[in-house]
């Protein structure tokens, strides 16, 4: 299943605040398939995506890194009342036709 989600993407710095990277980003999410998620990081395989965007800039390809958070600025979980959030949990890469790529992984109730 796919879902395009309207989302921020943020940099935790080591005194806890954090840091908007990308202010606003259409990203597609791609849930994984079973058998592809099995054993991913130990998350459920059920909350692994496959991320896709054209909307964030490629210039510089250290803008988006592993463990960023993508943060959904229109729909909140309904566990928390708060923005949905996944962490990028690859090495992004950003690719000469314009798009990223990247796997995240979204943690029950966060």
Known sequence: MSEDVQAKIVRLNPNQTQTTIVASALIQLDKREMPEAGGFDGAEPHFIYDAYSTQI?????????QDDLIVDLV????????????????????????????????????
């Open 57 to 65: 800039p490629i210039s510089n390809p250290q803008l988006i890194l």
């Open 75 to 110: 729909l909140n979980d309904p566990n928390t009342s708060k923005p949905r959030q996944w962490r990028i949990k690859n090495d992004p890469e950003a690719f000469q036709d314009w798009h990223w790529e990247f796997q995240a992984v979204r943690y029950r109730g966060a």
